[in-house]
């Protein structure tokens, strides 16, 4: 009887067995890099419909973040400025230009300036920025050096992971409140002072951020 | 078996120069891992967030601006009921003049005036300066003449007449009343009194405690 197989198909079931292995390797490593936010999100810079830069306005200029997000500190969305913020100083500071029309037409019709939307978090998370912006949370910790942008770019994951890591460690983040907004700020002391304050306002201002689920979701 | 390793090696070379790396900057909208159409009504949930669109209402706004002549129930100190003092919601009396002095509700202290620091520098200082002179970073950028508020006119003006222009504008001034909730903008208005006092001060108004640490006899 001749032979239907060569010897060397023996060693095949094992060979098939490690290659399997090699490839479910391949597949969650490209699964854990390419589809989570650090991937997917990172880096989106939108093209908006005003080449607005935050670098000019708030670190050349130096207005507080809450100058335009007025609704930041007090409720749990950051508001978009109106076209009128913009008109606050634009009625008289480069008035004919052509890049500034769309805001002088949303002043003057009413209708809103058409902003693509950066950050977005799934509907089921209920954020609350004045949750944080009041307690010393400071905005680069979620949207990084927005005052160093000419363009807004994701700058941070915003992943569940991501808020854990902070919800879990939040002397590491919590700040004083008059320097939530300075987004250059960085204790004076470095990582240890900041851990040392840190603990200390967390404690004094009873910061007790939730792990649960509801505390996020609902 | 080794073909089988290599055109798995060439695979995985073409996946990520397609995919790239991560932190490369980007402006289309971006890959969704879990889209709507397989996984529908998590993500995207059939309800409106703060200035979302909406295809219900002709002008594609969720937000819905207010009626003609409607007072929103909320308006006044946050998290008050309506409520009809002129002198503290529009710095008036009850004969059309500007109210002196600040109205009986409110509590000048140390905490106030905190507050209105720091509300005046965030909305009033990029213009009016950090000390009220007019000489804010806007005028190096071609804001016309911001007045300072240290001349007699401005000095003598009524409360009530520095709340009217918050909330109303003056001059090439917009309004300031969607910025400020009404006691934010008292606690504005105490703040520009201390800067306008700190300006125009004496050596006899320093206590006599303080005279000698700054060297006034």
Same mark, same amino acid.
């Given at each position: 009887m001749s032979k239907l197989f060569p010897k060397s198909a023996n060693k095949l079931p094992l060979q098939i067995v490690i290659y399997l292995f090699v490839l479910g390797g391949i597949a969650t490593a490209g699964v854990s890099y390419y589809m989570t936010p650090s991937y997917t999100r990172i880096g989106y810079a939108p093209t908006q419909p005003v080449p607005f830069s935050h670098a000019l306005h708030a670190g050349q200029l130096g207005l507080d973040c809450r100058y335009c997000h007025v609704g930041v500190d007090k409720g749990p969305a950051s508001t978009i400025p109106t076209a009128q913020t913009c008109m606050n100083c634009h009625n008289q500071v480069k008035l004919d230009s052509p890049l500034l029309a769309v805001v002088r037409e949303s002043y003057e019709t009413g209708d809103p300036v058409p902003w693509v939307k950066v950050h977005q978090v799934p509907d089921y998370v209920y954020f609350n920025h004045s949750a944080h912006i009041t307690r010393g *949370?400071?905005? *680069?910790?979620?949207?990084?050096?927005v005052d160093q942008m000419d363009t807004v770019t994701h700058a941070k994951s915003l992943s569940m992971s991501f808020c854990l890591d902070c919800h879990r460690n939040p002397e590491a983040a919590v700040r004083p409140l008059d320097k939530v907004t300075d987004l250059a700020w960085e204790h004076p002391e470095g990582k240890a002072g900041q851990l040392r304050d840190g603990a200390k306002f967390v404690h004094d201002w009873n910061v007790k951020p939730p792990q649960s689920c509801s505390g996020c979701h609902r | 078996m080794r073909n089988v390793y290599l055109v798995t090696a060439l695979a995985v070379v073409l996946l990520v120069s397609v995919l790239g790396l991560r932190g490369t900057v980007f402006t289309a909208p971006p890959m969704d891992v879990f889209p709507e159409w397989a996984f529908p009504g998590m993500k995207r949930q059939s309800k409106y967030k703060p200035q979302a669109s909406s295809k219900l209402f002709a002008d594609g706004r969720a937000d819905r601006p207010l009626p003609a002549g409607v007072v929103a129930a909320n308006y006044g100190p946050l998290g008050r009921p309506l409520q009809s003092d002129s002198h503290l919601l529009s710095g008036k009396l009850a004969d059309g003049s500007f109210a002196r002095g600040f109205p009986e509700s409110i509590e000048v202290n140390r905490q106030f005036l905190e507050q209105g620091r720091e509300r005046y520098s965030i909305? %009033?200082?990029? %213009?009016?300066g950090a000390l009220g002179? /007019?000489? /804010?970073?806007t005028k190096s950028y071609g804001m016309g003449a911001t007045p300072t508020y240290h001349d007699e006119r401005l000095r003598e003006i009524a409360e009530g007449e520095i709340l009217n222009t918050i909330l109303h504008g003056k001059g090439n001034m917009l309004s300031y009343a969607d910025k400020l909730t009404i006691e934010e903008s008292w606690a504005v208005i105490a703040y520009v009194r201390a800067l306008q006092l700190a300006q125009h001060a004496s050596p006899a108004d320093v206590p006599a405690a303080h005279k000698p640490s700054l060297g006034i006899k």
């Amino acid at each position: 009887m001749s032979k239907l197989f060569p010897k060397s198909a023996n060693k095949l079931p094992l060979q098939i067995v490690i290659y399997l292995f090699v490839l479910g390797g391949i597949a969650t490593a490209g699964v854990s890099y390419y589809m989570t936010p650090s991937y997917t999100r990172i880096g989106y810079a939108p093209t908006q419909p005003v080449p607005f830069s935050h670098a000019l306005h708030a670190g050349q200029l130096g207005l507080d973040c809450r100058y335009c997000h007025v609704g930041v500190d007090k409720g749990p969305a950051s508001t978009i400025p109106t076209a009128q913020t913009c008109m606050n100083c634009h009625n008289q500071v480069k008035l004919d230009s052509p890049l500034l029309a769309v805001v002088r037409e949303s002043y003057e019709t009413g209708d809103p300036v058409p902003w693509v939307k950066v950050h977005q978090v799934p509907d089921y998370v209920y954020f609350n920025h004045s949750a944080h912006i009041t307690r010393g *949370v400071s905005c *680069v910790e979620c949207h990084g050096r927005v005052d160093q942008m000419d363009t807004v770019t994701h700058a941070k994951s915003l992943s569940m992971s991501f808020c854990l890591d902070c919800h879990r460690n939040p002397e590491a983040a919590v700040r004083p409140l008059d320097k939530v907004t300075d987004l250059a700020w960085e204790h004076p002391e470095g990582k240890a002072g900041q851990l040392r304050d840190g603990a200390k306002f967390v404690h004094d201002w009873n910061v007790k951020p939730p792990q649960s689920c509801s505390g996020c979701h609902r | 078996m080794r073909n089988v390793y290599l055109v798995t090696a060439l695979a995985v070379v073409l996946l990520v120069s397609v995919l790239g790396l991560r932190g490369t900057v980007f402006t289309a909208p971006p890959m969704d891992v879990f889209p709507e159409w397989a996984f529908p009504g998590m993500k995207r949930q059939s309800k409106y967030k703060p200035q979302a669109s909406s295809k219900l209402f002709a002008d594609g706004r969720a937000d819905r601006p207010l009626p003609a002549g409607v007072v929103a129930a909320n308006y006044g100190p946050l998290g008050r009921p309506l409520q009809s003092d002129s002198h503290l919601l529009s710095g008036k009396l009850a004969d059309g003049s500007f109210a002196r002095g600040f109205p009986e509700s409110i509590e000048v202290n140390r905490q106030f005036l905190e507050q209105g620091r720091e509300r005046y520098s965030i909305y %009033c200082a990029p %213009c009016h300066g950090a000390l009220g002179d /007019g000489n /804010g970073i806007t005028k190096s950028y071609g804001m016309g003449a911001t007045p300072t508020y240290h001349d007699e006119r401005l000095r003598e003006i009524a409360e009530g007449e520095i709340l009217n222009t918050i909330l109303h504008g003056k001059g090439n001034m917009l309004s300031y009343a969607d910025k400020l909730t009404i006691e934010e903008s008292w606690a504005v208005i105490a703040y520009v009194r201390a800067l306008q006092l700190a300006q125009h001060a004496s050596p006899a108004d320093v206590p006599a405690a303080h005279k000698p640490s700054l060297g006034i006899k």
